[in-house]
Structures are given as C-alpha cells and as structure tokens.
C-alpha cells in the first residue's frame, strides 16, 4: 500500500519497504491532491506492475539483474507543481516519468522532458497537444488521445444521430479547449453547424453555489441537435442538473442529445445527474469488452489491494510494462535506446512485417524476457487492451459509444480493433 505524507506532497512505500537489487528508478506522476482516491488507484495499478516484473526475475542486461523501483510524486493539478517534481525527479537522476494524471500538467511537464532528454509516458492526460509536439520520440502514453476521441464523437452524432446543429459546453482549461475545438471543427467539416461554443471556469470551487445563468443562456440561446459537455467526472451531475431546470431547455420542442466527454462514468450520472435527462445522455470511452488481459488485471489487482482498479489504472500499469519491455530489448534503461524500441514492442504493424511477433498477454514477464533473449520480438497486448503505438506515440484504442436507458448502462457501437 501507500501512504501520503506531509501534506499530500511525497509519497513513499509503506513499513513493507522492499529490498531492490540494482533498483532502476521510474518517477510515477500523478494529480494526488485533486483527485486523491482515483490518482491513488493508478498509482495501484503502476505498483502492481513493478512487483510482477520484479517477483519474476526483474530487467536483465549486460549480465546484471535490476529491479524497477517507483517514486511516487504529487503533481497537485498545477503544470507549475508538475515541473517542479519532474525537475526534482531529473536532477535525482530518474530519466524515466510515467504520468502526469491531468492534460492541464502534462504538456509543461512533456516540455521539461524534451529538453532534459528524459522520456515520458502518460496513462491519463488526453490533451490532443502531446500528439503533435516536436518531442524527438521521447512523449509516449497508453491512454488515446482526445484526437481520437473527439473525431469520432463528433462523427458519430453527425453520421448516426443525424445531429446537424450543435453546442459546445466545455471547462475552460487545456483539456477543455482542445478537445472541444477538435468536436468543434470535425463537426462542421462533415456538413453541421456549431451554434454555440461556450466555456464554464475551470476553477470553480463550489460548482453547487456558481451561477451558470450567463453560460447556459448563451450555450441554450438556440434549439440544438446535440449538446456536447466537456467537463471531469466530478462536474458532470451539477451540470447536468443545471441545464435540466434552465427555462430555455425547457421551451425547447425536442430535447438534445447530451453527449459526454471520455472518463465520465455512467454510474456518475445515473447515481446524481438529473434523471430526467438521462436517456438523451451519449457517451465514449475506451472500452474493455472482450479483452481477457483487463479481466486477469482486475483479478490481480483485487487479490493485491482488495478492491477494483479505477478507469486508468490498467494504463498506468501497462506504462510501466511497456518501459520494462523497450529496456530488454535496448539491453538498456537509456531513455534514447528505450524509445527506439517502444513501438515494435507494442505491436505496431510495420514491425509484424520484418518478423513474427509472439504475444505477451498480463503478468507473462519471465515468458517475454525468454522470448527477447533469444533474439525474437513480442507483441504486449496490455491491460488497456492492445497498444499498437502509432507514430506520435498514442495508442490504438477499442472505443465504445454508450448511452443509459432505465438507469442501466448500454453499449451502443464500436470503434477500432
């Protein structure tokens, strides 16, 4: 287990301190102060891996054996916090970053990386930004990126709803602007009209005492297809509940569909939001329907801690498989040699070409070292489902549009592999 200490600042190992044999050291990020009990779980999820890999033999080059030690740090929601751990981090000599939780921390923090030659691997900052940085191949992350995600929920309401206006409700934040700009403009490029594109602060203490009079009448000024709401978990019932009891949602003739944003849990809405919007409600997110690998990580994980892995903890773990794979390959922990190798270990197509690939499902860490040390190649297929890193070091997801009908969630289409 872990425990947080001096105010949410540090995070170490518990009593249970274990002993590591040439320990290479992976500085795990994440927003602990913001969203404590769910950052915790990832960090859970990172953990577990660690130990696998270690209870299985550990890294093993140059004829030495290293285990994979984790420090734990707090990001605290801020990119300011985020550069001032990731920093300490560097100057600690820790070239290897497995986080940040948030998109608002992640690009200051993939910055600060480029520049260090330090390589970073997000399991949970979504921001469309990291895709297209000019990162010389050293920002990678196992959760998709809002690109994905926005295009196709733009696609989907437009192709499949037959949704040709819309309005954008989005927090006002790095997250919150680009994935509402990419719904934005995917949308009318396929032929729809966006009649209004409004923000909410970002920085709301209390959202049950804010005043969203202004935003909501302008956001409900017109008669819509489709409402799209960008917004975190957290924020998701109030502002369901705020746009139910507006006097200009009310007077419309035909209700909007109400589309969420990825991480918005279903159960959420169906425990808090306003009930009576529910069935309009869609949603989207990856999905692990069909993947055995997410269910033996459940399993385990339970068996290790005692209670489920949150939404992005299965990405967090399989950040850190995805290190301990490249650096068997590279023979090396180098973040420059790592990086060369993150692709063909993931199973991007263009290497299933040179070579057969063989696949390495959940916690088969001492089966793929075997396999790498004599000289074949593996395919990880991860907790999150198969990776496939393309070439800006985003994953391929398996997506799932959903939507609730009598208060019970429902898988509606499909997207990817």
């Known amino acids: 287990m872990l425990v947080l200490v001096a105010g949410c600042e540090n995070l170490e190992e518990d009593f249970n301190t274990p002993q590591y044999k040439n320990s290479i050291k992976i500085g795990v990020v994440g927003d602990v102060s913001v969203l404590r009990e769910q950052v915790e779980n990832m960090f859970f999820g990172a953990k577990l891996a660690s130990e696998e890999i270690n209870l299985n033999g550990g890294i093993e080059f140059d004829n030495e054996t290293f285990h994979i030690e984790l420090i734990f740090k707090n990001s605290g929601g801020s990119p300011e916090k985020g550069v001032e751990v990731t920093q300490e981090l560097i100057n600690n000599g820790i070239d290897l970053i497995v986080g940040p939780t948030f998109s608002s ?44 995600f926005g295009n196709i929920s733009a696609q989907y309401a437009h192709d499949s709803l037959a949704c040709n206006t819309a309005a954008i409700f989005y927090r006002d934040d790095r997250f919150g602007q680009g994935l509402s700009a990419i719904i934005r403009d995917k949308f009318i490029d396929l032929g729809g009209r966006v009649s209004n594109y409004v923000s909410f602060p970002g920085d709301i203490t209390n959202l049950a005492t804010y005043n969203f009079s202004y935003e909501l009448n302008t956001l409900l000024s017109e008669e819509v297809d489709v409402i799209y709401i960008i917004a975190f978990t957290s924020e998701i019932a109030v502002l369901t509940n705020e746009i139910y009891n507006n006097n200009l949602y009310q007077n419309f003739q035909n209700k909007p569909y109400v589309f969420v944003n990825d991480g918005i849990l279903a159960e959420e809405l169906i425990v808090n939001g306003n009930p009576e919007l529910l069935e309009t409600v869609i949603g989207i997110t990856s999905t692990n329907e069909g993947n055995s690998n997410y269910n033996r990580f459940k399993d385990n994980f339970v068996a290790r801690f005692g209670f489920s892995p949150a939404t992005y903890s299965e990405h967090a773990y399989d950040a850190i498989y995805c290190l301990a794979y490249a650096m068997l390959r590279a023979n090396s922990s180098d973040p420059n040699d ?37 000289g074949q190649t593996i395919n990880y297929d991860g907790a999150s489902g198969p990776i496939n890193f393309d070439s800006n070091g985003d994953p391929i997801p398996k997506m799932v549009i959903w939507g609730i009908d009598n208060n019970e969630f429902v898988e509606l289409s499909y997207y990817g592999k």
């Open 338 to 374: 790592l990086k060369v190798y993150l692709n063909e270990i993931s199973g991007m197509e263009q290497y299933g070409t040179q070579t057969e690939q063989i696949t390495i499902d959940v916690n088969e860490f001492q089966v793929a070292k075997s396999i790498i040390q004599k």
């Open 105 to 148: 921390v992640a690009i200051e923090m993939a910055e600060l990386c480029i520049e260090n030659q330090s390589l970073m691997m997000s399991y949970a900052a979504t921001t469309p930004e990291l895709t297209f940085l000019n990162d010389n191949d050293l920002i990678w992350r196992t959760c998709p990126s809002d690109n994905t």
